[in-house]
T-cell receptor, first 113, second 116 residues
């Protein structure tokens, strides 16, 4: 069983919808990450939170809005997405940014109609 | 800057044969190196990691990797392949320490097929 839980597992949304992806970990990790993974490609880093503060934004379009309400939770708010945003969205956590390996959730498979 | 090159996007072996997946890295500071495995419709699972110390690292499911600084390599091996090893494998590097790019940089991945 994965120690990083992501919900929902699948999400289909239209380009005008607003939805959120959720990620939770209870390992006491202080760094959390969002990645985007297209088919047959490696994960691409989107955001890094360290101690609940955004530390890295890899030039991600503003239609993706991350939020870290507390040290265990990470959200990704979605609005006005494009078809090319369809992908697997992975959440990960680590002891601290750059310390300890990253533990990944099973992802949310997102499809934009 | 850091980068990872995985030689061979597809590797096919027979069940019981040696598995060798190649990974070369570049890093301006001492690297932390990782191998992850991804099964269909799942996230990434950590197989093993190298940070400091012993250069031969043992991981889960019988896999091991050796850090060779002179060759800038971190190849993944398993003496005897099992059907359940069929998956996508990613090598990743981060720059250890406080000043380097601590985020993970992934290689392009190697799909391992195991033939009966």
């Amino acid at each position: 069983d994965t120690e990083v839980t992501q919900t929902p597992k699948h999400l289909v949304m239209g380009m005008t919808n607003k939805k959120s992806l959720k990620c939770e970990q209870h390992m006491g990790h202080r760094a959390m990450y969002w990645y985007k993974q297209k088919a047959k490609k490696p994960p691409e880093l989107m955001f890094v939170y360290s101690y609940e503060k955004l530390s890295i934004n890899e030039s991600v379009p503003s239609r993706f809005s991350p939020e870290c309400p507390n040290s265990s939770l990470l959200n990704l708010h979605l609005h006005a997405l494009q078809p090319e945003d369809s992908a697997l969205y992975l959440c990960a956590s680590s002891q601290d940014h750059g310390i300890g390996p990253q533990h990944f959730g099973d992802g949310t498979r997102l499809s934009i109609l | 800057a850091q980068s990872v090159t995985q030689l061979g996007s597809h590797v096919s072996v027979s069940e019981g044969a040696l598995v060798l997946l190649r990974c070369n890295y570049s890093s301006s500071v001492p690297p932390y190196l990782f191998w992850y495995v991804q099964y269909p419709n799942q996230g990434l699972q950590l197989l093993l990691k190298y940070t400091t110390g012993a250069t031969l690292v043992k991981g889960i499911n019988g896999f091991e990797a050796e850090f060779k600084k002179s060759e800038t390599s971190f190849h993944l091996t398993k003496p005897s392949a099992h059907m359940s090893d069929a998956a996508e494998y990613f090598c990743a590097v981060s720059e250890g320490g406080g000043t380097g790019r601590r985020a993970l940089t992934f290689g392009s991945g190697t799909r391992l097929q195991v033939q009966p």
